[in-house]
């Protein structure tokens, strides 16, 4: 299973977002992650869909997201053409005995305190998708009262001829 990451410019207008995921879900194509916000411009918008299957339905997702009207330009990138980002909040429970635990892996993971009361703490964390998962695997130990992530956003590297 390969894991790709689409790029679509998309016309900013309502039921865009519907005709995007109808696709998908039409097709029995999955979406690992999907964002959704407006560019520079306000009448385009920018979906970055992380989808992953074989070779072929990586080909045919790309192709049938370049058929759609609303669609203005697909990029499609691997993992290793892009810088990828995520955001997390995770508030958890905590106690004297394991405070300076998380305290450390905050600091080793420079994930941010952003919110605390005498028994919760929130942490706010922003970097790849991996690191995003490191982060709640070493936080399993500890109780995770609740997690909210955003998706994947990505751009493609930085090239001599991006000019």
């Not at 998309?10 to 865009?16: F, L, M, T």
């Amino acid at each position: 299973m390969k894991k790709r990451i689409y790029s679509v410019l998309v016309e900013n207008r309502s039921g865009v977002l519907c005709k995007v995921a109808g696709l998908f879900s039409r097709r029995c194509f999955n979406i690992d992650s999907l964002v959704v916000g407006e560019t520079d411009n306000p009448d385009v918008s920018c979906m970055t869909i992380v989808s992953s299957g074989d070779e072929r339905t990586i080909e045919q997702i790309e192709k049938q997201l370049n058929k759609k009207l609303d669609v203005i330009k697909v990029k499609t990138f691997s993992e290793r053409q892009c810088i990828t980002r995520e955001l997390m909040l995770i508030k958890v429970k905590y106690n004297k005995n394991n405070r300076r635990d998380i305290m450390e892996l905050c600091d080793i993971m420079k994930a941010q305190i952003v919110d605390m009361s005498k028994h919760f703490m929130m942490i706010q964390i922003c970097d790849t998708p991996d690191k995003i998962e490191l982060m709640i695997h070493m936080l399993q130990g500890i109780s995770v009262v609740e997690v909210a992530r955003t998706g994947t956003l990505a751009l493609s590297k930085c090239m001599e001829n991006d000019d």
